[in-house]
Nanobody, 122 residues
Framework: QVQLVESGGGSVQEGGSLRLSCAASEYIYRYKCMGWFRQAPGKEREGVADIERYGIITYTNSVKGRFTISRDNVKNILSLEMNSLKVEDTAMYYC????????????????WGQGTQVTVSS
């Protein structure tokens, strides 16, 4: 059974930084696309950033220039470096992966992590 386990969430002041990690129970090289989603209370889940197997990256506009996604296909870890955090970044963050599909606009993951909470206060 595939497992994606997130870590690194927490509470920070606005302007602070956090680094999220997602450890996979198998080789992530088999995942054509991996990404981070988030869901704030009362809001729909949204894609934050995604990365193709060979490194093509997409960010949602609200995090461009502040967040950096990366994947280590040897250590089997997906990461999200988050800088200059804003109150509106507060959400549960989920790691996700898909085996066969590219990172299209509305890609549907095969696997999800359990989530890690990020809370940014002013």
């Amino acid at each position: 059974q595939v497992q994606l386990v997130e870590s690194g969430g927490g509470s920070v002041q606005e302007g602070g930084s956090l680094r999220l990690s997602c450890a996979a129970s198998e080789y992530i090289y088999r995942y054509k696309c991996m990404g981070w989603f988030r869901q704030a209370p009362g809001k729909e889940r949204e894609g934050v950033a995604d990365i193709e197997r060979y490194g093509i990256i997409t960010y949602t506009n609200s995090v461009k220039g502040r967040f950096t996604i990366s994947r280590d296909n040897v250590k089997n870890i997906l990461s999200l470096e988050m800088n200059s955090l804003k109150v509106e970044d507060t959400a549960m963050y989920y790691c996700a992966a898909v085996v066969m599909s590219s990172c299209t606009k509305n890609w549907v993951p095969d696997y999800w992590g359990q989530g890690t909470q990020v809370t940014v206060s002013s």
